[in-house]
């Protein structure tokens, strides 16, 4: 197992006990009539939520940054047209997601959008800027960048509004 997913399993486990202390504190707050353990138990919660959000948001951010290869000397801005649309289905909806045809040193490569539309945007034959990294092999969709990016940070808006609420909470139980 390498360490990345050992780390991650790590931290989901720590937040998984203490959500569960978390819980048997706000039940017993409740069986034994304890307003204060019920208030702490679900500022509590608010505090889990919020680390867990803010850091989706961080670790969303950070990959999306890594991802675009700011550092990566050998990249190079193609375009893509669009010659099909990939159809997913999510709860009995359809999602399109653009397949991109481009040439690589007249090689042609084809890679599939990762954000998907209903209905369908744009139409096949359309042009699409590309970033192709030499380093790694990979292509991005460089608009779709933008549609993670804000994404992430939303998530790290809420987040840091949750945290912020809790902290006012706790500091209110102790005054």
């Given at each position: 197992?390498n360490?990345k997913?050992?780390n ?9 006990v ?16 304890k ?26 951010i ?52 990762t ?29 779709e ?13 809420i ?17």
């Amino acid at each position: 197992m390498n360490d990345k997913n050992h780390n991650i399993k790590i931290i989901f486990g720590i937040f998984a006990v203490v959500t569960f202390s978390i819980i048997i504190i706000v039940s017993l707050g409740i069986m034994l009539e304890k307003p204060a353990w019920i208030s702490w138990g679900w500022t509590a919660v608010v505090y889990v939520m919020a680390i867990i959000i803010l850091l989706v948001g961080l670790v969303g951010i950070n990959h999306s940054r890594k991802s675009r290869g700011k550092n990566d000397s050998r990249k190079e801005v193609v375009f893509g047209t669009i010659v099909d649309y990939e159809k997913k289905s999510y709860s009995r909806r359809v999602y399109y997601y653009p397949v991109y045809e481009y040439y690589i040193n007249g090689i042609r490569e084809t890679i599939v959008s990762t954000v998907g539309t209903r209905p369908a945007r744009g139409s096949i034959g359309d042009k699409a800027q590309l970033m192709y990294n030499y380093d790694t092999g990979k292509t991005v969709c460089l608009g779709e960048e933008n549609v993670h990016s804000k994404m992430y940070i939303v998530f790290v808006v809420i987040g840091v509004a949750l945290l912020a609420w809790a902290i006012y909470r706790s500091v209110g139980m102790f005054l």
